[in-house]
């Protein structure tokens, strides 16, 4: 993860969503805009965490820091 993605490291208005593949995206409440880079840092977020249409409903898979891939119910 290129940033961190608790509220307090996002500056001002900035809030963030997760697309189903796992991809952060950041809100600037102000301009109603959004972005795939993180406002402070430049760099994109990956949650870690990827819902795939071949899981079992409620599943989903996440990978750690060294990219092994891991499902969570």
Known sequence: MAAP???????????YGVCRDGRVFFIDDDTQTTTWLHPRSGDPVNSGHMIR??????????FTI????FFIK
Do not use: C, T
Request: glycine letters at 20%.
């Open 53 to 62: 249409s071949d899981l079992p409903r409620g599943w989903e898979e996440g």
């Open 5 to 15: 993605l608790g509220r307090d490291s996002l500056p001002g208005r900035w809030s």
């Open 66 to 69: 060294e990219g092994v891939s």
